[in-house]
């Protein structure tokens, strides 16, 4: 299967191709020429089956169905649930389905895992090595690490904000105690860590040099590994029940992973409502039809703290009926203005989409917290209390309404202290962590110091 670029100034490449490199060359995010037809997870079918039949419909001829089975076993084996995604009943018509029950205790382990063993036999198969950059404010580096500890091709390089990040986040990033995962703390905030990232990938001949590529939420095979929960989750609850997901968002990724289970044929229909804190430019997109550029302030779900949502850009090039040149207009005016209104030829079908946001504050997340601890005696992440927070707002007798629950409540013990008074219990499976030595280095905000890092450290 082919991969297209939104923004239309880049060749169409092969899956892997489209995996490795993230990003299109013009800047565009790649998306399946066509959507496969996938059929719907069978009500006996494992997990990690179901997560080969999603991945192989985009791969086509690229990886043998044998070894992506193999590969998708390996990804789910440490999940500490056997069904990986498990659906909790918390009312009539009410689920939650745990996201968490990976090595990290949040959702990003889900897809992280997985791409970690693709990255890896697919590098092996080219006789390539990587070195992968992120910078993270939590979440996305401990997923990072623990999947790629070990890789045999890939080196990992987290850039991450030194003493803004919570220490049970730092404790999954810096404990692996594998070599080929390095730890940066910079003596900046999280929009330095991200901004020297970007740096260092505008620099195109260090990029070749180096073989840098990326992991983050527009990579395709996250995309496509999250889809699969959604297929899950829909035969658990009944084939033709038709689901309103409610999920806690940031970059879109999630919320997008349904809408692409649906366009493959996995949903019986599709609604699904990005709940978001007062980072809010998703409802701001999807409720008034503006792109609006504002400085990203800080919330109880800091996961969530996202200014510009990435993946926004592939709803967009569906919305215009696929039109690059649309996408590439909307891009290069809110490069420029930092505030641009959807064109009507976008707006009209995005609405018809199935997809709608709404905003929780900080005051309602602390109280959404307290008040399922109150009424159920469970601790829930503030990020999930956003998505629950939504749900009680929407819900209907008659509409079955699926929570997307993104973290353990134990990975942000200060919050949910605050909210209910007492703090989480890590799982056993965390504790370990504890107890760990912490390696990581220091350094300034300096794109060349982080440069000669990667180079001095990357294996060759
Ligand atoms: C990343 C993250 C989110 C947001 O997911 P997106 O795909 O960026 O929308 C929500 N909750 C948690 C706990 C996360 O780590």
Same mark, same amino acid.
């Given at each position: 299967? @082919?991969?297209?670029?939104?923004?239309?100034?880049?060749?169409?490449?092969?899956? &892997?191709?489209?995996?490795?490199?993230? $990003?299109?060359?013009?800047?565009?995010?790649?998306?399946?020429?066509?959507?496969?037809?996938?059929?719907p997870a069978?009500v006996?079918?494992?997990?990690?089956?179901?997560?080969?039949?999603?991945?192989?419909?985009?791969?086509?001829?690229?990886?043998?169905?044998?070894?992506?089975?193999?590969?998708?076993?390996?990804?789910?084996?440490?999940?500490?649930?056997?069904s %990986?995604a498990p659906l909790v009943q918390t009312g009539p018509n009410a689920y939650l389905m745990e996201l968490?029950?990976?090595?990290?205790?949040?959702?990003?382990?889900?897809?992280?895992?997985?791409?970690?063993?693709?990255?890896?036999?697919?590098?092996?198969?080219?006789?390539?090595?990587?070195?992968?950059?992120?910078?993270?404010?939590?979440?996305?580096?401990?997923?990072?690490?623990?999947?790629?500890?070990?890789?045999?091709?890939?080196?990992?390089?987290? $850039?991450?904000?030194?003493?803004? =990040?919570?220490?049970?986040?730092? $404790?999954?990033?810096?404990?692996?105690?594998?070599?080929?995962?390095? @730890?940066?703390? &910079?003596?900046? @905030?999280?929009?330095?860590?991200?901004?020297?990232?970007?740096?260092?990938?505008?620099?195109?001949?260090?990029?070749?040099?180096?073989? $840098?590529?990326?992991?983050?939420?527009?990579?395709?095979?996250?995309?496509?590994?999250?889809?699969?929960y959604y297929a899950t989750a829909q035969t658990a609850l009944g084939a033709d029940r038709a689901l309103r997901f409610i999920v806690p968002?940031? @970059?879109?990724?999630d919320a997008?992973?349904g809408y %692409?289970a649906a366009?493959?044929?996995l949903l019986a229909g599709f609604e699904a409502v990005c709940a978001?804190?007062?980072?809010?430019?998703?409802?701001?997109?999807?409720?008034?039809?503006?792109?609006?550029?504002?400085?990203?302030?800080?919330?109880?779900?800091?996961?969530?703290?996202?200014?510009?949502?990435?993946?926004?850009?592939?709803?967009?090039?569906?919305?215009?009926?696929?039109?690059?040149?649309?996408?590439?207009?909307?891009?290069?005016?809110?490069?420029?203005?930092?505030?641009?209104?959807?064109?009507?030829?976008?707006?009209?079908?995005?609405?018809?989409?199935g997809l709608s946001?709404q905003?929780?504050?900080?005051?309602?997340?602390?109280?959404?917290?307290?008040?399922v !601890?109150?009424?159920t005696?469970?601790?829930?992440?503030?990020?999930t209390?956003?998505g629950t927070a939504v749900a009680r707002r929407l819900a209907r007798e008659d509409q079955v309404s699926v929570v997307l629950a993104?973290?353990?409540?134990?990975?942000?013990?200060?919050?949910?202290?605050?909210? =209910?008074?007492?703090?989480?219990?890590?799982?056993?499976?965390?504790?370990?962590?504890?107890?760990?030595?912490?390696?990581?280095?220091?350094?300034?905000?300096?794109?060349?110091?982080?440069?000669? !890092?990667?180079?001095?450290?990357?294996?060759?």
């Amino acid at each position: 299967m @082919n991969f297209i670029s939104t923004r239309g100034q880049a060749a169409p490449v092969g899956f &892997i191709e489209a995996c490795l490199s993230g $990003l299109a060359p013009d800047g565009g995010l790649y998306v399946p020429e066509t959507w496969p037809r996938i059929e719907p997870a069978g009500v006996h079918e494992a997990y990690a089956d179901v997560a080969a039949r999603v991945l192989g419909a985009f791969a086509g001829d690229e990886i043998p169905p044998a070894t992506l089975q193999e590969i998708c076993k390996r990804a789910y084996a440490g999940f500490a649930h056997q069904s %990986v995604a498990p659906l909790v009943q918390t009312g009539p018509n009410a689920y939650l389905m745990e996201l968490h029950h990976g090595p990290t205790l949040a959702f990003k382990d889900v897809a992280m895992q997985l791409i970690a063993q693709l990255f890896d036999v697919a590098l092996e198969s080219r006789g390539e090595r990587m070195s992968v950059t992120c910078a993270t404010s939590g979440d996305t580096g401990g997923a990072a690490a623990a999947a790629f500890a070990g890789s045999t091709n890939v080196d990992l390089f987290i $850039l991450h904000p030194f003493e803004r =990040i919570s220490p049970v986040q730092r $404790l999954f990033m810096t404990t692996t105690g594998a070599d080929n995962v390095h @730890n940066l703390a &910079i003596d900046q @905030n999280f929009d330095s860590c991200q901004s020297i990232v970007k740096q260092l990938f505008a620099d195109r001949e260090f990029v070749t040099t180096s073989g $840098l590529s990326g992991v983050n939420s527009i990579n395709w095979a996250r995309i496509a590994a999250q889809a699969v929960y959604y297929a899950t989750a829909q035969t658990a609850l009944g084939a033709d029940r038709a689901l309103r997901f409610i999920v806690p968002s940031g @970059n879109m990724g999630d919320a997008l992973a349904g809408y %692409v289970a649906a366009r493959c044929g996995l949903l019986a229909g599709f609604e699904a409502v990005c709940a978001v804190n007062e980072n809010d430019a998703l409802r701001v997109l999807l409720q008034d039809g503006y792109m609006r550029r504002a400085d990203a302030v800080s919330t109880p779900s800091p996961a969530m703290d996202i200014s510009v949502p990435s993946n926004f850009e592939r709803l967009a090039f569906e919305a215009s009926g696929r039109d690059p040149d649309m996408v590439r207009q909307l891009y290069e005016q809110f490069a420029q203005s930092g505030d641009v209104e959807l064109p009507e030829r976008i707006k009209g079908p995005l609405g018809c989409m199935g997809l709608s946001a709404q905003t929780v504050t900080n005051t309602s997340t602390l109280e959404e917290m307290k008040r399922v !601890y109150a009424e159920t005696g469970w601790e829930i992440c503030p990020h999930t209390a956003v998505g629950t927070a939504v749900a009680r707002r929407l819900a209907r007798e008659d509409q079955v309404s699926v929570v997307l629950a993104t973290a353990h409540p134990a990975k942000f013990p200060e919050t949910v202290h605050e909210a =209910i008074g007492q703090t989480p219990d890590l799982p056993e499976r965390a504790k370990a962590v504890a107890a760990r030595t912490e390696v990581y280095d220091h350094a300034t905000a300096d794109v060349a110091a982080v440069r000669d !890092y990667i180079l001095s450290r990357q294996r060759t």
